[in-house]
């Protein structure tokens, strides 16, 4: 597994951006798909972002697509989330995720490491 520690997170106000970041120890790093997740109050975890290893294949939940940027630095074992525009339905506990796949992915059961969240609050 990977162990996994994320930063980033506060409170802004609706149109603000954040950068959130999370930092991996353990498995090689650079083997595995990453992927961001977000659970609000009451609602179930979703898919937010993902990469595959090298950064080169990204995908996107609807909602996000266009506000919300995954990247990676496999030499420095960190993948981020630059989420811009942001909206009050954005305000969730956002979750780094690791697969054992070289792929990332939307579908949360193919992670097996998660860090232990961030709260993002966007007040309007």
């Known amino acids: 597994q990977v162990q996994l520690v994320e930063s980033g997170g506060g409170l802004v106000q609706a149109g603000g951006s954040l950068r959130l970041s999370c930092v991996a120890s353990?498995?090689?790093?650079?083997?595995?798909?990453m992927g961001w997740f977000r659970q609000a109050p009451g609602k179930e975890r979703e898919f937010v972002a993902a990469n595959d290893w090298s950064g080169s294949k990204l995908y996107y939940a609807d909602s996000v697509r266009g506000r919300f940027t995954i990247s990676r630095d496999n030499a420095k074992n960190t993948v981020n989330l630059q989420m811009n525009s942001l909206r009050p339905d954005d305000t969730a506990v956002y979750y780094c995720?690791?697969?054992?796949?070289?792929?990332?992915?939307?579908?949360?059961?193919?992670?097996?490491?998660w860090g232990q969240g961030t709260q993002v609050t966007v007040s309007s």
């Open positions: 353990g498995r090689t790093f650079s083997r595995s798909g």
């Open positions: 995720a690791a697969t054992r796949y070289r792929d990332g992915s939307n579908a949360a059961s193919e992670y097996d490491s």
